[in-house]
């Protein structure tokens, strides 16, 4: 419920809302590791309005009303459509407080970028070049990746992340991911949301890894070029280890999910995801059978193989709407 403290409004057009946690708050106190970004809102009037409670929704243009998400990587805008954080008043501009726990508000102008804006981007990462010519483009992507995945309404993080928490049972504090691909730790985000909080990351762009770096999220980042050989950490050293985003045609080759196995600790987790798209169909028939290969040689058992509709936005000429993706989620066995 909203308290009765008279609501602030923020008169604009494009609105760019970001909150970073810097104190520790237990999963569902008032805003529990929270960062997100709106973009192209297209609404004269904005509320914020304070409560104790976040619940997810979206901002209608012209609608007073305004309505939280737990992380730029849920409900994302759509043309016209904006989300933004119900954030608590304070008295010292640019601070709020919620149950003890101190969150920085920047609100400034964002970037009014649309889907035709980053379709090159998107379809870029997708192609089939070499190794050097995929890193040179992620290293020159970094600077605009999480303001391009936010347009295209990338949900890969945060249903990977759900899928891990809804099965894992240890001590979410103590156990050690490894998010291989990490990007710009869009999934440590997410996971960190829900009670994870020891991260390495591994990937092949040193810009994306620099971006990472300043989120202060991982306890070690490690440059790899995935597919090149075995990845540059001790093989049964992690609770959990995910790779979402890079198992894909044009990015990583199949055979990398066995070294995601063996880097994991017997009992641990393994969670992938890729697309179901038809520009990925053979990939992900390719990436199947291996998976279930794996489970016949009696590495790992399937846990959880989630399907999803409304994956990311679609980006091709032939598609619209919505494309398909899928998470999978193994648990790897006794040696």
Known sequence: MLDERPEKTVRC????????????????????????????????????????QNPPG?????????L?????????????????????????PGLSQTNGATHQVCIMAATTKTLENVKANILSAHKSTTLAEKMDFYNSWAENYDQDV?????????????????????????????????????????????????????????AMLESTRESGLYQDLKQCMLGEGPLPVQCGSFD?????????????????????????????YVCMTTRRNQDNVEYKEALERELKQMEADGLWTCVEVSEV??????????????????VYLYKRLQI
Not at 171 to 183: E, F, H, K, Q, S
């Open 68 to 92: 939280g998400v737990p992380s730029r990587d849920l409900l994302l805008p759509h043309p016209g459509v904006g989300v933004l954080h119900r954030v608590p008043e304070s008295k010292e």
């Open 58 to 66: 979206r901002v209608l243009p012209g609608d007073a009303s305004v």
């Open 13 to 52: 057009i494009y609105l760019l809302l970001a909150v970073r946690d810097v104190a520790d708050a237990a999963p569902g106190e008032g805003f529990v590791g929270v960062e997100f970004a709106v973009g192209a809102v297209d609404v004269e009037t904005l509320s914020i309005h304070s409560e104790k």
């Open 150 to 206: 936010a347009v295209l309404e990338y949900r890969a993080p945060s249903l990977a992340a759900n899928c891990v928490s809804s099965h894992f049972s240890g001590d979410r504090g103590a156990a050690v991911v490894l998010d291989v691909a990490c990007g710009t730790g869009l999934v440590a985000k997410q996971m960190k949301r829900l009670g994870f909080g020891h991260f390495v990351g591994i990937d092949g762009s040193e």
């Open 240 to 268: 959990v280890v995910v790779i979402v985003g890079a198992l894909s045609n044009g990015h990583v080759p199949v055979g990398v999910v066995r070294e995601l196995c063996k880097c994991t600790k017997p009992g641990g």
């Open 309 to 326: 509709e409304d994956w990311e936005r679609a980006v091709s000429d032939h598609e619209d709407g919505y494309i398909p993706g899928v």
